[in-house]
């Protein structure tokens, strides 16, 4: 785990000098602290087609500590690698490639050289075998090419800027004449080049869904290449490819017949027992490590399971490390839950209970993250990454788990309201008839009565417009009103497009869980872990994101997911009760406490709300009301008053939606520091 950054010049405009190049070295310094490196091509003749190349790297060393193994690294044929990340199948590919090249000695035991090697081997084929979590940057000088690629689910990031090439060149195809890269956004912000100014269509993403999906960034001049992409680049031009589609079924998929058997209760023992192979060897594949590893342990159903597969997996006599943090509030502490599933798995368990300093941490994320970040979840996981790395460097997460095995209540409530039209035309009525809006209570957001209101208020809409309804910050009027922009307004189709163009041959629920898969978990949760985690060098992987749980998920049915069978009618028998990840509790049910599986999904928080109207209140206030702020240059001051009055007053619950404006505003003041 590492971060990188460069500059590729196919004109002499965008030359990178050492002191730029040291610069976005230093804004990546806190992703690796075990080793730092550069590299500037010799010369770099423009005229003869020769680019000038500029390389960076921070290392965190975790596969083969030996200085050897620092990067940029360097292959005989002139190519040099800065990459971020972990090749969980390195040793395997190292031995197909030692096959393929038995007189080219290896000088290193990490996953660096492997890259490079199978690079070498294979082309830009290589992304399609490895096995991993990674982001690089290879500049192939004797072809003059760069080559960019991301891993499959978007696990580790990589943003790119892109110049125009000299005056009067074709730009056919896309022809640059520069391109930047990085871990992160504020190292391209160094370049007098990169056109940093804010881009309004991507902050009317960010108003409604609290964060900015890939390729957009807050940066009018830069980009997040998306997942499972690679780039090639040259004087000439751009390519672009997608080597894998996490929707899609793999060949042992229920779907494809390689795992459903019998149908009914004999096809599903079949399906349990194939997601616990495939879970656990994930586990295993992803403990490689030459440093100390532990776990994030909730006591929730995903990070127990990741525990339970890591201790069945670890080598005899190995200590499983496991961690959690709680918090004096009892509505946001799980540390008791977590210290039983310890207990039962026998792992040593460290566990930290946090006094928030909310005030001081925020403006350390909105560094870290450099562009509007509003998921309030990434203060929990900032304070559990700096406990846990006290201890280790690497530690596993269950992140993932809900988007592959249907773990959030949005499923349900599509799959509930998508039978309205099989409603007696009575019954179709009164569900119209806004009687609900009279049910008491409801105004904290995350309430039973509140999630009715909404599913209800939602139940005469589209199917794509019921999935934007329910993971929305902002409503398309409020939006407008804060930001009356066209380009903020063209933003607000966005993800009712992107589901109807994801629905062909899927039902609702299998619908909403593709498109979680290609947009909130890496750009949300994805980004969320790894800068959060990063602020304190800690690597975390993420066993479901292994491609071959991904790919099985993928082809599991809406039947197989709730363990309904007969359709639509029969889901309607026990609306909203079917148990979310059913097929995950039956397949680890024997290794785990029943009380895991019996509680409720309580979710990573934080009480933000009460937060917001006690000791954040004066850095909120402070924040959205000043002359300076980007609230009073570009944002509608009145709908900023109300809510900040209806919050405070306990009107309304506005506390996910105060909090990403407040972390709008404290990006605006790293932005202009």
Sequence with gaps: MCGFAGVIAFD?????SAEQLARMSASVAHRGPDGE????????????????????????????????????????????????????????????????????????ECDTEVLLAAYDAWGERCVEKFDGMFAFALWDAPAGA??????????????????????????????????????????????????????????????????????????????????ARWMRVRAGGVEVERYFDPNDAGPDA???????????????????????DVVTSAVRRQLISDVPLGCFLSGGIDSSIVAA????????????????????????????????????????????????????????????????????????????????????KVALSGDGGDELFGGYDRYRALWLTESFAAMPPRLRQIATSKLWERLPGGAHPKSKVARVKRMLASIHLSAGERYDSYVRLFDDATAAELLPDEAAVAA????????????????VVRTAMALDRVTYLPDDLHCKVDRAAMLHALEVRSPFMDPAVVSFAAGLSTEDLFGVRGGRSAFMQSPMTAPAKRLLREAFAADLPPTVFKRPKMGFAVPIGDWLRTDLRPLLHDALTASGSFASRHLHRPTINRLL??????????????????????????ERA
């Design 254 to 276: 229920p779907s494809t017949g390689g795992t459903r058997g019998a149908s009914g209760v004999g096809g599903d023992v079949l399906i349990g027992s194939r997601v616990r």
């Design 309 to 392: 597969a890591m201790k069945t997996s670890a080598p005899r006599g190995q200590d499983v490390l496991t961690f959690s943090i709680g918090f004096d509030d009892p509505r946001y502490d799980e540390t008791r839950h977590a210290a039983e599933v310890a207990r039962h798995l026998g792992t040593r368990h460290q566990q930290f209970t946090v006094r928030p300093d909310a005030a001081a941490d925020l403006p350390k994320l909105a560094r870290v993250f450099a562009e509007p970040f509003g998921d309030s979840s990434a203060l929990p996981t900032h304070y559990l990454a700096r406990e846990a790395r006290r201890h280790v």
């Design 645 to 670: 009055s209806e919050h405070d007053q306990q009107r309304q619950d506005h506390a996910q939606r105060l909090y990403a404006l407040l972390m709008l505003e404290l990006w605006w003041r790293v």
């Design 37 to 108: 490196g550069s590299w500037i091509s010799a010369g770099g003749d423009i005229s003869t087609a020769r680019p000038h190349a500029a390389l960076a790297h921070r290392r965190l060393a975790i596969l083969d500590p030996d200085p050897r193994a620092n990067q940029p690294f360097a292959d005989a044929r002139g190519r040099q690698l800065v990459f971020n990340g972990e090749i969980y199948n390195f040793r395997e590919l190292r031995k197909e490639l030692s096959s393929l090249r038995p007189d080219d000695p290896w000088r290193t």
């Design 492 to 507: 607000a189709p966005w993800l009712g497009r992107e589901f109807a163009a994801l629905a062909d041959g899927r039902d």
């Design 12 to 16: 002499e405009r965008y030359r990178c």
């Design 146 to 227: 760069l080559f960019l690629a991301r891993d499959r689910m978007g696990q580790k990031p990589l943003y790119l800027a892109v110049a125009p090439p000299r005056s009067g060149a074709a730009a056919a195809g896309g022809a640059a004449g520069a391109i930047a890269f990085a871990s992160e956004l504020s190292a391209l912000r160094v370049l007098p080049w990169v056109d940093a100014s804010t881009d309004f269509s991507a902050l009317g993403h960010y108003l409604r869904w609290g964060y900015i999906p890939a390729p957009l960034t807050i940066c009018q001049g830069c980009q997040k290449l998306p997942p």
